[in-house]
Structure formats: structure tokens, C-alpha cells
T-cell receptor, first 109, second 116 residues
Framework: RKEVEQDPGPFNVPEGATVAFNCTYSNSASQSFFWYRQDCRKEPKLLMSVYSSGNEDGRFTAQLNRASQYISLLIRDSKLSDSATYLCAVNRGSYIPTFGRGTSLIVHP | GAVVSQHPSRVICKSGTSVKIECRSLDFQATTMFWYRQFPKKSLMLMATSNEGSKATYEQGVEKDKFLINHASLTLSTLTVTSAHPEDSSFYIC????????????FGPGTRLLVL
């Protein structure tokens, strides 16, 4: 089993839709979790950290489920500009991150 | 926000040459920098963890003699791809972690390497 797994998609949704991605991790001792956004041929940019209690930033909500070892990202009211690849990252010891392969989102008019 | 630069952004070279990529943290000190490689439609693969003033820690399967890493100061790490071959063609991205202890990484814009 891979350390961090994501459904590569693509998820094809209309503008205004709500879409959710999951990311599973295998190491139960993992402590820190993040969602990054990567545009085509660009570097990843931090979207949000994922806290145990869940956190929200505008249209984006991140959740952590330790029992089932997954994190989720919910995007409400999707915009065309949300089209990108969303990478989850899980820190193993010493803050060394492992990335998932990313989930591709395409928002169409 | 924190800024990390990478140079060059793009390089095309002949097989057998060595290529040096620089990663700089511009407005913070980074005791730790990470080097990644990403192939098209694939995930970021961590190659090595670079610690200022000490030897880099390489991930399993990454040849340390082929990918030389130097982290001589708190703001600069370099990756040298020695005797590059076409299979080394990839997108190389560095990231830096603030020395003040935050877990957040800040990524450089990446370097596209094409080896002919």
C-alpha cells in the first residue's frame, strides 16, 4: 500500500458545484497534514493545513479522520479558477513530507 | 509570504554534462530544504533532505553520487545532476522550511531539465 493515496481523477464539475476529494495515508503515526494546489507546469502552493478539529477557509473545508486514516478537502461553489491538481501531503517524522499523486479538478462553465 | 527562488527555471543540455540548480530562500532562513522530482502526471517524489552545514539525507533509490546536494548557507542549497542522461529529464522542485520551526514548506518555482 502506498504511503499516501489519492484518486487521480479527473473530477469534472460545473461551476457552482460542490466537490470533495479524499486522501488516505498508511502511517498511523503521521502528525501533520496539508493540502496543496498545483497548476499545470507550476510548483505546488499551500492551500491549507489540516487540523484535527477540521478547518475552513472561505469555500474550502479540510477534515481529518484519524480512525480511518484519511483527510478530505471540500470545495463549495466551484469556480473556473479552481481547476488545478490538488495534492495532499502527510508529514512523517522530522517534518519530512510525503505527497500523494494529486487529484485533478476541472471546473467547466 | 515566504519566497523561494530557483535558478535556472529551464535548462536544456547534452547528455553527459552536469547541471547545477540553485534554491534560495529570499526572506527567511532555512535550515532544511527539500529536493523533489516530478514526472508528468506523477506525484512529487522526494529525492533528498538538505540540512545546512551537514550532509544531505537521500531517499531510498536516489544515487547520492549522481545528485550532489550542497547546503552551504541558511539561504542556499544546490542540486547538481552529474553526467545527466535523457532519463534525468524532469521537473525539479525545491522547498524550504523556515528555521523558526514552522512545518510549512515553501516551494520554489521549479526547474525544467531536458537532457538531449
Amino acid at each position: 500500500r502506498k504511503e499516501v493515496e489519492q484518486d487521480p481523477g479527473p473530477f469534472n464539475v460545473p461551476e457552482g458545484a460542490t466537490v470533495a476529494f479524499n486522501c488516505t495515508y498508511s502511517n498511523s503515526a503521521s502528525q501533520s497534514f496539508f493540502w496543496y494546489r498545483q497548476d499545470c507546469r507550476k510548483e505546488p502552493k499551500l492551500l491549507m493545513s489540516v487540523y484535527s478539529s477540521g478547518n475552513e477557509d472561505g469555500r474550502f473545508t479540510a477534515q481529518l479522520n484519524r480512525a480511518s486514516q484519511y483527510i478530505s478537502l471540500l470545495i463549495r461553489d466551484s469556480k473556473l479558477s479552481d481547476s488545478a491538481t490538488y495534492l495532499c501531503a502527510v508529514n512523517r517524522g522530522s517534518y519530512i513530507p510525503t505527497f500523494g499523486r494529486g487529484t485533478s479538478l476541472i471546473v467547466h462553465p | 509570504g515566504a519566497v523561494v527562488s530557483q535558478h535556472p527555471s529551464r535548462v536544456i543540455c547534452k547528455s553527459g554534462t552536469s547541471v547545477k540548480i540553485e534554491c534560495r530562500s529570499l526572506d527567511f532562513q532555512a535550515t532544511t530544504m527539500f529536493w523533489y522530482r516530478q514526472f508528468p502526471k506523477k506525484s512529487l517524489m522526494l529525492m533528498a533532505t538538505s540540512n545546512e552545514g551537514s550532509k544531505a539525507t537521500y531517499e531510498q533509490g536516489v544515487e547520492k553520487d549522481k545528485f550532489l546536494i550542497n547546503h552551504a548557507s541558511l539561504t542556499l542549497s544546490t542540486l547538481t545532476v552529474t553526467s545527466a542522461h535523457p532519463e534525468d529529464s524532469s521537473f525539479y522542485i525545491c522547498s524550504a522550511r523556515d528555521a523558526r520551526g514552522a512545518e510549512t514548506q515553501y516551494f520554489g518555482p521549479g526547474t525544467r531539465l531536458l537532457v538531449l
